[in-house]
Every structure is written in structure tokens, then in C-alpha cells.
């Protein structure tokens, strides 16, 4: 049997449910979403998911899952064939890890929208070989540390939509971890394939005048509605391949 899709948003599981799920194994999955299911940890304990390897698409809304993604463990690693991701609606995902993601060999596309989440670190991303598109759309993310997005030489799109005050990492010569509200030098230095980057909406108040120097086919960049009090022309100079640019709505740019 081949079902393509599959909802079974707004039920209440428990563990005869999540092993009734487990049998979609047999009917080699293509489609799931997942909306407002899950008591704290039979998502997590059963690991369902896990059985599901045939999945392209996953999407889950509304879980109480935040506490799980946050502990860094492999939770999608057997979804080989997953291409899209979309994770919403989720709160207390206090950081994104490096091993997160682990496995995820064919994802192409990965959203996050209106989740909360405390922090993205080194390398959280930096085994999705494939990926083309990631996206943040208001998840309230308090701070990215340089490194967030090593290792995505592929990626074509990057959206940080609305998502607040946020803060930068970045390591001193003596290691120390240095929190600023300037964007860093080195955030998107393995992305030189990108080429869309949208950082509407977020408060930025400076960026480093190098921090696009490695984005060599960049053709978008949309800097709308943050708190800019200066554009240094060393950032667009090293945008050759630029076409679009927003600066619209930063009041106090000079």
C-alpha cells in the first residue's frame, strides 16, 4: 500500500497510538503532519519516527516537543529520504545542536516559524548536505553564534524574519564567547552560494563591514525594518552579483 499523505493533526497519543503509528512502515509514508498531538514524551520515547523512513515531507505544529529537539539528540536520523521539514509553533526549543539534524542527507528545504527559540550554535546544521532553502520566520531567537550555518555551501536562501532583539556570538583570540548586537564578521562565511538572504524585521543595529565578503553570488538582499544607523561600503562593494537590495524603513541610517 502507498499513501501519499497522512494528518493526524489534534489527537491526543498515547503509547497503543504511537505503536498503531508505527505500523505506517508498511505503507511507506510520503506526506505526514503532525498538529497538536503529542503528550510531553511518547513522541520522543516511542521514537515513531524512526520507522518512517520512506517520509519526504514532515511537518509538526503545535507539539509539546521543545525540551526533546533541545537535548541535541539525533531526532531525525533515520528520515534519509526526508526533503522538506517544517517545525512550528513550538516553544521552549532552548538551543539548536550540532547533531540535531544528523542524518538528514537529502533535505532540501528546512522551516522554523513562530517557535521560541533560546539559541542556534556552532555547526547546528552542518550535516544537511543538500539543503537549498532555510527558513526563520518569528521563533523569537535570542542569540546565533558564528559557525550557525557552517558547512551549507549549497544553500541558495536564507530568511531571519522577525525574530526580534537578537544577539551575536562570536569567539575571541583568548576563546571567550563575546555577545554583541553587531553581526559578526564571520556568520555567513561558508555561504557562497547563496543567494537570496532576508534579515527583515530583526532589530539588527550593525553589521561588520566584511560580513557579506564571501557572498559572491548573491543577487537579494533585504535589510528592511531593523535599527541601522550605518551601511559601510565595503558591504555592498563585495556583493558583485547583487541586484536587489531593501534598506527600507532603518529611521536613524545615515
Known amino acids: 500500500i502507498l499513501i501519499e499523505n497522512f494528518n493526524v493533526s489534534l489527537n491526543i497519543f498515547n503509547s497503543k497510538t504511537i505503536d498503531c503509528l508505527q505500523e505506517l512502515e508498511n505503507i511507506k509514508l510520503k506526506k505526514l503532519s503532525l498538529i497538536a498531538n503529542f503528550r510531553d514524551n511518547y513522541i520522543y520515547e ?40 517544517q517545525l512550528k509553533n513550538i516553544e521552549n526549543i532552548d538551543k539548536i545542536g550540532d547533531n540535531l539534524f544528523d542524518g538528514l542527507i537529502n533535505l532540501e528545504n528546512l522551516i522554523f516559524e513562530r517557535n521560541k527559540i533560546g539559541k542556534i550554535e556552532e555547526n547546528s546544521f552542518k550535516s544537511l548536505i543538500k539543503i537549498d532553502s532555510l527558513e526563520f520566520k518569528q521563533n523569537e531567537i535570542k542569540e546565533i553564534i558564528s559557525g550557525a550555518f557552517n558547512g551549507l555551501n549549497n544553500l541558495k536562501k536564507l530568511i531571519i524574519f522577525a525574530n526580534n532583539d537578537i544577539k551575536f556570538g562570536k569567539k575571541t583570540i583568548e576563546g571567550n564567547l563575546e555577545i554583541s ?20 524585521c530583526n532589530r539588527i543595529k550593525e553589521f561588520d563591514k566584511n560580513v557579506f565578503e564571501k557572498l559572491y553570488n548573491l543577487k537579494t538582499l533585504n535589510l528592511y525594518d531593523n535599527n541601522l544607523t550605518t551601511v559601510y561600503s565595503e558591504m555592498i562593494e563585495n556583493l558583485k552579483s547583487l541586484t536587489n537590495l531593501n534598506l527600507g524603513c532603518n529611521k536613524s541610517l545615515k
Not at 526533546?68 to 539525533?74: A, D, P, R, T
Not at 548586537?181 to 527583515?200: C, I
Open 46 to 85: 516511542n521514537k515513531f519516527l524512526n520507522s518512517l523512513t520512506t517520509l519526504s515531507e514532515l511537518e509538526i505544529q503545535f507539539c509539546k516537543i521543545g525540551h526533546i529537539l533541545s537535548k541535541n539528540e539525533s531526532f531525525f536520523s533515520k528520515l534519509v529520504n526526508l526533503k522538506v521539514l
Open 181 to 200: 548586537q553587531k553581526v559578526p564578521d564571520d556568520l555567513f562565511k561558508e555561504l557562497n552560494s547563496l543567494e537570496l538572504l532576508d534579515l527583515s
